[in-house]
């Protein structure tokens, strides 16, 4: 019998995992995404779109949000950790055990000074960002229910956080919320169960954009705590919402596989005063919509389906007919 060679091959059923929460970096040009698995990945969007690096996760591990500081990546989840990656070696540097229970949200300052850490005990933990690691400050004031959603100011002052039928607002100096707004649960069938603010976004002019589990976008003066507007752009959840770097675009992502754009314009042909309009709604997913960033020129969409679609924004509308 002559001499051969062997050539073995081993197959393995792949299982893509559905992507969980994503961060966009605008200075480096940086998409972080985690998906169910604890799996974080990094997207390099400044040219030709590619995956660059893949931090592999662990059972033990489960993401529900990523966040920025500068060039460095955070994330927290379910067992109640904050964690920092190391790029280099794709690995976590260290984590910090927040002591509120699971984490469902987080959060940087404008100023990369802090990180703002929502629990499941209802209280929202300032970490301080040092050099090498991040250190614990203070907790804000607790209040009744987890912290679903957070969003800080970007004067880096104040700090919005949806929980369970409600909006606070926080002073960061003090510590204490000074505005408190209660959130419609939606039809009459619906009013038994809780509404559940999935996502918040704080604008520059005291605006707070929320999107909640009763299919709403509601716009409010985060100053006064009084509702400006309800859009009703779906019949299930609004999962998430990325507001524009100019602040002139909001998407949000639903539950029913769309990605809804809002965008700042006068309702009339007239110069008038400008409102939030619902201008487009794009359809490329089959699942919840888990993650949306708009990175100005594309929006940039992540869910159950496990895709990730990058939409470009083809012209903008300019009016309203």
Known sequence: MGEFKVHRVRFFDYTPAGIRCAAFNPETERLALARQDGTVEIFNLSDSYFQEKVIPGSESRSIEA??????????????????????????????????????????????????????????????????????????????????????????????????????????????????????????????????????????????????????????????????????????WDVLALSVSQDESSIVAGTSEGTVVQFQFLSPTQAEGDKEWVRTRTFKHHTHDVRAVVDIGRAVVSGGMDTQLVIRPFLDKVDTNS
């Not at 991040?134 to 907790?139: A, D, M, S």
């Not at 603010?197 to 704080?202: G, N, P, T, Y």
């Not at 929320?210 to 509702?227: N, P």
């Open 66 to 235: 990523v966040c920025w500081a500068g060039d460095r990546l955070f994330t927290a989840g379910l067992n109640g950790e904050v964690a920092e990656y190391d790029p280099g070696s794709l690995r976590p540097k260290y984590s910090l055990d927040a002591f509120g229970g699971p984490v469902w949200t987080l959060a940087c300052s404008p100023q990369r000074t802090h990180l703002a850490v929502g629990c499941e005990d209802g209280s929202v933990k300032l970490f301080e960002v040092l050099p090498e690691k991040i250190r614990f400050e203070r907790n804000l004031d607790r209040q009744k229910g987890r912290v679903i959603s957070l969003s800080w100011s970007p004067s880096g002052t104040q700090i919005a956080a949806g929980s369970l039928d409600v909006i606070r607002i926080f002073d960061v100096r003090s510590g204490r919320a000074v505005q408190r707004m209660l959130v419609d649960r939606g039809p009459v069938g619906q009013r038994g169960r809780e509404c559940v603010v999935w996502a918040v976004a704080f604008l520059s002019d005291g605006t707070v954009v929320s999107g909640d589990s009763a299919g709403k976008v509601q716009v409010w003066d985060g100053h006064l705590g009084a509702l400006i507007r309800t859009h009703l752009v779906s019949k």
